[in-house]
């Protein structure tokens, strides 16, 4: 089956740098996203990656090793607007089916 | 504007009364999904198209149907809804690129309620 884990929670301070991990376990794995969701409103993309390396975005950047089934998402100057579920999601299954992990909820504070 | 759009947002419905939830697009993307959200589960994939008239099963499809008559439209249908079918529903679309970012929009999502 498909597995993708990611802490739940996680707390930084505004200004900081945060990383969230994302590590998956999926047959026929064809990419990685990384999505925001605030609370109440629907996902929106950050990123994608489909080889292996960092890809940097503005303050955001997001890194990927498939022979470690690893991905990591790198938030820069954290602002009080970057507290949200962070999603990492893996197109799976020859590259058709997308699955989700549960979201990491992070919470900047002052 | 590119979108995509769900309709309803909000439904409150009895156990057993068909319903259908729509979703459209004008993005002329080929990909579109459906997905159901629920607490402490995150997103999980209902069904999902790669282009008319072809769909297939995500990782929970039991007791929904969709179809793909038109590039644009990605109705899902609940044949007899239950409570466990209570959840928030978001539509997604997106290209479907080897190479490109595969970008998925998504909807507002539709909160579904099932008495």
């Known amino acids: 089956g498909q597995n993708i884990d990611q802490p739940t929670e996680m707390t930084a301070t505004e200004g900081a740098i945060v990383q969230i991990n994302c590590t998956y376990q999926?047959?026929?794995?064809?990419?990685l996203f990384w999505y925001q969701q605030h609370a109440g409103e629907a996902p929106t993309f950050l990123s994608y990656n489909v080889l292996d390396g960092l890809e940097e975005k503005g303050r955001f950047s997001s890194f990927l090793s498939r022979s470690k089934g690893y991905s990591y998402l790198l938030l820069k100057e954290l602002q009080m607007k970057d507290s949200a579920s962070y999603l990492c999601a893996a197109f799976t299954g020859g590259g058709n089916k997308l699955t989700f992990g549960t979201g990491t909820q992070l919470k900047v504070e002052l | 504007e590119a979108q995509v759009t769900q309709n309803p947002r909000y439904l409150i419905t009895v156990t057993g009364k068909k319903l259908t939830v729509t979703c459209s697009q004008n993005m002329n993307h080929e990909y579109m999904s459906w997905y159901r959200q629920d607490p402490g589960l995150g997103l999980r994939q209902i069904y999902y198209s790669m282009n008319v008239e072809v769909t297939d099963k995500g990782d929970v499809p039991e007791g929904y149907k969709v179809s793909r008559k038109e590039k644009r439209n990605f109705p899902l249908i609940l044949e007899s809804p239950s409570p466990n079918q209570t959840s928030l529903y978001f539509c997604?679309?997106?290209?479907?690129?080897?190479?490109?970012?595969?970008?998925?929009?998504f909807g507002p999502g539709t909160r579904l309620t099932v008495l």
């Open positions: 999926t047959s026929g794995f064809n990419g």
């Open positions: 997604a679309s997106s290209l479907y690129e080897t190479s490109g970012s595969n970008e998925q929009f």
